[in-house]
């Protein structure tokens, strides 16, 4: 039996249908974690080199710079907080002489002060850093956080080891399993942030599998590698981009108790100008991330104060349908994404990725937008409104964000998902050539955007046409693909949270460039794709 969930604004009566899903660790606390997490974590700025006095200077400044007005009210423990032994009874102990007062005391201390205290632990049987892991200790350890006043976990995933007769994969799946029924039996459940997917982020169909479990057990999902930390070697510009990349591939998996965390913002890390960590904010707000800065936040700028409490950018990111920007296009130069507000406002951002200031023009029926129709768009960082129809021009720095609010009028409310169905595993875009489906490098043109509506026969069926001419839907028979008049018996798909494009002739497949349908198997990377924000999804294939 497979259950089908959405996202579903209908923007004229301001009606928002939330997921019907399996039972989720967001759907059983649907309070938990509502919107995505904002605060701060010690590691990408100071690694193990974090006491007391770090967490209770961070409140203060915090406080009297107006970042925890703005909404950053999490405070994070990372590696390195326990002492390297445990207590007789089997008890984590955190480190004295980091911590005089003791963890308890901190918390207090951070909860009087308006913030919460999160923590971390590994599945492992040791941290990354080396101390006392949570294997064999899931539910003490829950307990001992609970009792402390801590109300977030962070379990890693160093040193994780197979069963005999299980696999790599299916043992990190045993071990977080265990820590989401161990957190779920608290009087208070805590926000589990998990950190699986970024053990398996070099292998395609593993990785997919796990990100498929993932949102099951928890609230968020770190699923790829650690931005660069502050001493790092290596261009922290291109560590925020990788993981900005692997973001994009995920779309499909967030919605609102659920959010992908593409890691931390950094802004005083020494490797970025102002342009990039500006961007940073923004892609990442974008995307409705969690917002946690690993700074030094005493000698942040008075500019970066300013752009990280940006208000504008800081409602999108918090808006409560959680729905993630998608890639719309990419050329090379220019990333174009959108996404849905939840008040049925359409969001565009577009990050030049060049090396050159440039300029670009967007059809607003690249938004899902209708093109004969006037609209209001706000710039989110200088607050210019201006009315436009057809295009909207933009032009950017190398390595800097625009991220503007289309407000649309009841008349032209109406939104069809559009953007790149692309190629997962090896970023390929889907293309309309003639009459054939060929996945080729993305260039940005309109045979490489895709409109995907709902079907004449409704429900999670889907119509998937091409702007170079949106008569002729993608159609499946006989183990082709092919476009086709939309009446086209093969001309309705399934789109699953697993990634899989799916026709009653089975799924779409990548094959060397070309589109086949094949029989749906779950771990073919082959068949994995990522598709525009905000379509109906069904949870699962048949095989």
């Given at each position: 039996m497979r259950a089908s969930w959405f996202l579903y604004l209908n923007v004229a009566?301001?009606?928002?249908?939330?997921?019907?899903?399996?039972?989720?660790?967001?759907?059983?606390?649907?309070?938990?974690?509502?919107?995505?997490?904002?605060?701060?974590?010690?590691?990408?700025?100071?690694?193990?080199?974090?006491?007391?006095?770090?967490?209770?200077?961070?409140?203060?400044?915090?406080?009297?710079?107006?970042?925890?007005?703005?909404?950053?009210?999490?405070?994070?423990?990372?590696?390195?907080?326990?002492?390297?032994?445990?207590?007789?009874?089997?008890?984590?102990?955190?480190?004295?002489?980091?911590?005089?007062?003791?963890?308890?005391?901190?918390?207090?201390?951070?909860?009087?002060?308006?913030?919460?205290?999160?923590?971390?632990?590994d599945a492992g049987n040791l941290t990354c850093g080396g101390f006392p892991g949570s294997y064999g200790y899931e539910k003490q350890d829950a307990e001992t956080f609970a009792e402390w006043g801590i109300d977030y976990l962070k379990v890693d995933g160093c040193n994780v080891?197979?069963?005999?007769g299980r696999t790599l994969r299916d043992e990190y799946r045993a071990r977080y399993s265990e820590w989401h029924d161990v957190l779920s039996d608290l009087p208070r459940p805590l926000i589990f942030s998990q950190s699986a997917p970024a053990y398996f982020a070099d292998n395609a169909s593993n990785w997919a599998i796990v990100m498929d479990w993932v949102p099951q057990y928890g609230e968020l999902a770190r699923h790829s590698t650690d931005v660069l930390v502050y001493v790092g070697e290596g261009s922290a510009w291109d560590s925020i981009m990788n993981n900005y990349d692997y973001n994009t591939l995920l779309v499909r998996y967030q919605r609102p108790g659920y959010f992908n965390d593409p890691d931390f913002l950094i802004p005083d890390h020494p490797g970025l100008t102002q342009t990039e960590k500006e961007s940073h904010f923004r892609l990442w707000a974008s995307f409705s991330a969690p917002l946690i800065i690993s700074a030094y936040i005493p000698d942040l700028s008075d500019e970066d104060v300013a752009y990280l409490s940006n208000e504008d950018l800081i409602a999108v990111d918090q808006d409560f349908l959680a729905q993630q920007a998608a890639l719309v296009s990419r050329d090379g130069t220019f990333d174009v994404l959108s996404r849905s507000l939840a008040n049925g406002d359409r969001l565009l951002t577009v990050l030049n990725r060049g090396v050159i200031t440039a300029k670009t023009t967007i059809s607003l029926d690249r938004l899902g937008l209708a093109p004969d129709c006037e609209y209001l768009a706000?710039?989110?960082?200088?607050?210019?409104?201006?009315?436009?129809?057809?295009?909207?021009?933009?032009?950017?720095?190398?390595?800097?964000?625009?991220?503007?609010?289309?407000?649309?009028?009841?008349?032209?409310?109406?939104?069809?998902?559009?953007?790149?169905?692309?190629?997962?595993?090896?970023?390929?875009?889907?293309?309309?050539?003639?009459?054939?489906?060929?996945?080729?490098?993305?260039?940005?043109?309109?045979?490489?955007?895709?409109?995907?509506?709902?079907?004449?026969?409704?429900?999670?069926?889907?119509?998937?046409?091409?702007?170079?001419?949106?008569?002729?839907?993608?159609?499946?028979?006989?183990?082709?693909?092919?476009?086709?008049?939309?009446?086209?018996?093969?001309?309705?798909?399934?789109?699953?949270?697993?990634?899989?494009?799916?026709?009653?002739?089975?799924?779409?497949?990548?094959?060397?460039?070309?589109?086949?349908?094949?029989?749906?198997?779950?771990?073919?990377?082959?068949?994995?794709?990522?598709?525009?924000?905000?379509?109906?999804?069904?949870?699962?294939?048949?095989?």
């Open positions: 009566n301001m009606a928002l249908m939330l997921p019907l899903l399996p039972v989720l660790a967001s759907v059983e606390s649907p309070g938990l974690l509502p919107t995505p997490p904002m605060g701060f974590n010690n590691w990408a700025r100071f690694q193990c080199d974090l006491n007391e006095s770090l967490f209770t200077e961070t409140a203060q400044s915090m406080l009297t710079r107006g970042l925890h007005k703005a909404g950053y009210n999490r405070l994070n423990l990372d590696d390195c907080w326990m002492r390297h032994d445990r207590a007789v009874d089997g008890s984590l102990q955190w480190n004295t002489t980091r911590f005089p007062n003791g963890i308890p005391w901190l918390a207090s201390y951070v909860t009087n002060h308006g913030f919460h205290l999160g923590i971390y632990q080891w197979a069963e005999e706000r710039d989110l960082i200088t607050g210019e409104v201006v009315t436009l129809n057809g295009a909207i021009e933009i032009q950017l720095d190398s390595h800097a964000t625009s991220v503007h609010r289309f407000e649309l009028p009841e008349q032209c409310s109406t939104v069809t998902p559009t953007g790149m169905v692309f190629h997962t595993p090896s970023g390929r875009c889907m293309t309309a050539s003639g009459a054939a489906i060929t996945f080729e490098k993305c260039r940005g043109s309109d045979s490489q955007v895709w409109n995907v509506s709902e079907s004449a026969e409704r429900n999670t069926k889907l119509n998937v046409s091409a702007l170079s001419d949106p008569s002729l839907c993608l159609c499946a028979q006989q183990g082709r693909v092919f476009l086709a008049d939309c009446a086209h018996i093969g001309a309705t798909w399934e789109h699953s949270v697993t990634g899989h494009l799916r026709n009653t002739g089975g799924c779409l497949t990548e094959v060397s460039g070309n589109g086949a349908v094949e029989v749906c198997v779950v771990d073919n990377a082959a068949q994995i794709f990522g598709l525009p924000s905000g379509i109906h999804l069904i949870d699962g294939v048949d095989e």
